[in-house]
């Protein structure tokens, strides 16, 4: 069974850092993209970022680009979503999921809450 | 950037009803669409992927259809349990993987 636990959110100033933490278990992990999305207080979803089997491309969407890095440590069967900068409409629950090629992303975290407030 | 454009945002229907749900987006995507399934309080639950294919587990009366740009969600007969947020989602391909603005499915 697909299991993706994430942890590392909590309540951070604006301007200040966090670093998620996605464990993963049940696949091959090193084999699959890897992707973060959130979800800000009764909202949509919002797809974040992804990266490639090997770690080797990324992808983000263009509101957090250049102040979230995701990086992945298979040997681990660990993601991470380092973030800087932080700023209000960051706060949020966010998700790890992994990608099933053609199937899509089909498993998904119970969700980590990021607080940007002061 | 490919945009995911959904309708309606919010939807009431009576139980037994045939309820649709259309996603579009701003270029072809040829069938790299997923529907999602959202509860209150709850983590989003992939209904189908690959625009027609159920996800194991998901009952039949819900089914998908659609390729390029234009794509439709159908409940074939609304139960209580349906009450939910549905979203779409681009996938595959070049990433962003944007989702669409949700629909909101109430009963009457």
């Known amino acids: 069974e697909v299991q993706l636990v994430e942890s590392g959110g909590g309540l951070v100033q604006p301007g200040g850092s966090l670093r998620l933490s996605c464990a993963a278990s049940?696949?091959?992990?090193?084999?699959?993209?890897m992707t973060w999305v959130r979800q800000a207080p009764g909202k949509g979803l919002e797809w974040v970022a992804n990266?490639?089997?090997?770690?080797?491309?990324?992808y983000y969407v263009d509101s957090v680009k250049g102040r979230f890095t995701i990086s992945r440590d298979n040997a681990k069967n660990s993601l991470y979503l380092q973030m800087n900068s932080l700023r209000a409409e960051d706060t949020g629950v966010y998700y790890c999921?992994?990608?099933?090629?053609?199937?899509?992303?089909?498993?998904w975290g119970q969700g980590t809450l990021v607080t940007v407030s002061s | 950037d490919i945009q995911m454009t959904q309708s309606p945002s919010s939807l009431s229907a009576s139980v037994g009803d045939r309820v649709t749900i259309t996603c579009r987006a701003s270029?072809?995507?040829?069938?790299?669409l997923a529907w999602y399934q959202q509860k209150p309080g709850k983590v989003p639950k992939l209904l189908i992927y690959?625009?027609?294919t159920l996800q194991s587990g998901v009952p039949s009366r819900f089914s998908g259809s659609g390729s390029g740009t234009d794509f439709t969600l159908t409940i074939s007969s609304l139960q209580p349990e349906d009450v939910a947020t549905y979203y779409c989602?681009?996938?595959?391909?070049?990433?962003?993987?944007?989702f669409g603005q949700g629909t909101r499915l109430e009963i009457k």
């Open positions: 270029q072809g995507i040829s069938n790299y």
């Open positions: 990266i490639k089997e090997d770690g080797n491309r990324n």
């Open positions: 989602q681009k996938y595959n391909n070049i990433p962003p993987h944007p």
């Open positions: 690959a625009a027609s």
């Open positions: 049940g696949f091959t992990f090193s084999n699959s993209w």
């Open positions: 999921l992994r990608d099933h090629g053609d199937h899509g992303p089909d498993s």
